[in-house]
C-alpha cells in the first residue's frame, strides 16, 4: 500500500534522527468493529476490520540494556529507562502500551536486550479505531520477529491483551487484539471471545467501502465510563447466575431467560443485559447476511446496533447519533453505528462505491450544521494484519 510505504519511510527518517543504528520497520493497522459491540468481555461474537492505516514502529537492538521510545505523536518526549523496570504501573503516560507489549513479551520469550524504538502513526488516536491496540500488537509482532520467538497469532493476542489489561489497566476484551492480528486483507473476520474460533467473510471491496468519520469528541478510554460498563455487566452476570448457575458469561442468556429474570435487575443493569442478548443474535444474523451477498440485510444490523448502544447501553453520545442519522440518510449507505466502546471518536458506515462522492459531500455538512464541529470521511477497505516493511 502506498500510504503504508509513505507512513514508513517518515518512520525510519524520524527514527535516524535520534539513533544511528539500522532498524526494522514493522507495520499493525488499526480496526473499526462492524458487529458485536461491547460483547467481547461478556463472551460473544464480534466482527472488526482491520484499517488500511496504523502504526510504524522502527525498532533495533542496543548495546545495552536500556529502552529507548520515542513517538512522532509526542514530539520533544523520550522515554529512557533499564528494561528491568519495566512493570506494571510503572507510567500511565502515551509509551504505557509499548511499554506492556516489551512487558509482557519478556514474560513469554525470555529477557529483550536494549531497544531503540520509534513509533509513529496515521491513525488517530482516541477516536475509537484501536490506535492502542495497534501499538501493542505491533510491538508484540515485531519483538516475535526480532527474536525469531515461536509464536502464533493466538499467542500474540493474549500477550497484546495482557499489555493493556494488566499493564495499561483497561479491563477490555480481546477484540482489538484479535481483529488487528487475525486479519485479512478484503475479509471481515468473525470471532467467538469465548470458543476463540473465527471465520473470515468476505467484504466485495469492489462494490463497497468503509466510511469513517470522526465526531471530534475526543476520549479517553481508561478514564471514561468503559470500565463501569464492565462493572455492570460483571454484576449483572452474578445476579443472575443465582438463578441461572449454567449460564458463564452473558453471551449465555437466551431472551427468554432474560425476559424471565429481568425483573430481579436494577433498570440500568436490564438495559445492559438486554442489549448483549440482542447483539449477539444481531452477529448471527449480520454473518449470515455477508455469506450471502446480503449487504443489506448486514446494514441493517449495523443500524439497529447502534439504536442498543444509544439507548440500551448508553454509550453514544449526541455528535455521534448525528452523524449516524446523517449517514443513513444517505442513498447507497447500508448501515451507520458508531465504532470503539462510545463516548466519543467515530461512526463507521458501509456505503455503495457509487455513493462516495455524496455521502462525502452530504454527511460533513450536514454535521457542521447541526453541530457548528467540522469533519471529514475517510475510507478504508479490509486491510491484512501486522507485516514487516522492508
Known sequence: MEVTAALAEQTLDFFREGSSKAPRIFFAPGRANLGGAHMDYNGGKVMP???SKGTCIAIAPRDDHFLQLRSAQF?????????????????KTWSAYSEGALYCASQAWG?????????????????????????????????????????????????????????????????DQAAILLAEKDSILLFDCLELTREHLPFPADRVAIAV???????????SAFNERVAECTRALSLLQ??????????????????????????????????????????????????AGNLAGFGETMSSAHESL?????????????????????????GARLTG??????????????????????????YEKKTGRKTEVQWFRPSQGPMEIT
Open 49 to 51: 476490520v482491520a484499517l
Open 75 to 91: 514530539p520533544g518526549e523520550k522515554i529512557e529507562v533499564p528494561m528491568s523496570e519495566l512493570k506494571p504501573g510503572r507510567t
Open 111 to 175: 529477557e529483550l536486550p536494549g531497544l531503540d524504538i520509534f513509533v509513529n502513526a496515521d491513525l488517530p488516536m482516541g477516536r475509537g479505531l484501536s490506535s492502542s491496540a495497534s501499538v501493542e500488537c505491533g510491538m508484540v509482532f515485531a519483538i516475535s520477529k526480532l527474536l525469531e520467538a515461536k509464536t502464533d497469532a493466538d499467542e500474540m493476542i493474549r500477550l497484546a491483551h495482557r499489555a493493556e489489561s494488566e499493564y495499561v489497566g483497561v479491563r477490555c476484551g480481546i477484540l
Open 213 to 223: 468519520v470522526d465526531s471530534g469528541v475526543q476520549r479517553e478510554l481508561a478514564n
Open 242 to 291: 443465582e438463578q441461572l448457575p449454567g449460564v458463564t458469561c452473558l453471551r449465555d442468556v437466551k431472551r427468554k431467560e432474560f425476559e424471565l429474570q429481568r425483573d430481579r435487575l436494577p433498570p440500568n443493569l436490564a438495559r445492559r443485559v438486554k442489549h448483549v442478548v440482542g447483539e449477539y443474535e444481531r452477529t448471527q444474523v449480520a454473518a449470515q447476511a455477508l455469506r
Open 310 to 334: 444509544r439507548d440500551l447501553f448508553e454509550v453514544s453520545t449526541p455528535e455521534l447519533d448525528i452523524l449516524v442519522d446523517a449517514s443513513q440518510s444517505i442513498d447507497g449507505c447500508f
Open 341 to 366: 466502546a462510545g463516548f466519543g471518536g467515530c461512526i463507521v458506515a458501509v456505503v455503495d462505491t457509487n455513493s462516495k462522492g455524496v455521502f462525502n459531500s452530504q454527511v460533513p455538512e450536514i
